[in-house]
């Protein structure tokens, strides 16, 4: 169905949107998923969108210009099992990054700013307000993310290049 009356039939269009995330949330349910994020991304964090997979780890990486730590950020999988599910969602360097863990033996998925995207889904947000806790590039408001506290969170860091 084109998009356009689908816009014209919100019901619809939030009915398919469900449909489709829910779909997405089995490629890690029930598996170990490591996070390689934008410092700020906080990927899954304040929503239900991962709570299938059987565990999560992250490693931050900057959450601009990753490319140019990327030898050093390849290297922070050295140690990590290849039968571990990888999100990449680090700009740019996340398309690259997914391609050479794959060669490399790895499941990896650029995620993009699909937890964005979801979390404005949740929110009925048609227009992508910034998010409080998490970095949205694509405007100046979106790039000044809170500090955050929360213990779970922390636990789930392995390793910081930044």
Wanted: charged share 25%.
């Amino acid at each position: 169905m084109p998009l356009l009356p689908l816009l014209k039939h919100p019901i619809l269009h939030y009915k398919n949107c469900s449909e489709y995330f829910e779909k997405i949330k089995n490629i890690w349910a029930g598996r170990d998923v490591v996070i390689c994020e934008g410092e700020g991304t906080r990927f899954g964090m304040f929503n239900d969108f991962l709570d299938g997979a059987k565990s999560i780890s992250r490693i931050i990486c900057p959450a601009r210009n990753a490319f140019d730590k990327y030898d050093e950020i390849l290297f922070a999988f050295n140690d990590i099992s290849p039968d571990k599910l990888v999100l990449t969602a680090l700009g740019p360097t996340a398309t690259v990054l997914a391609y050479d863990l794959c060669n490399a033996g790895y499941q990896a998925i650029d995620i993009g700013h699909l937890d964005v995207e979801y979390e404005w889904f949740l929110r009925k947000d048609v227009v992508g307000t910034p998010l409080e806790f998490k970095y949205v590039d694509g405007s100046s408001k979106g790039r000044k993310v809170h500090r955050l506290q929360d213990p779970e969170y922390k636990r789930q860091i392995i390793k910081r290049i930044v």
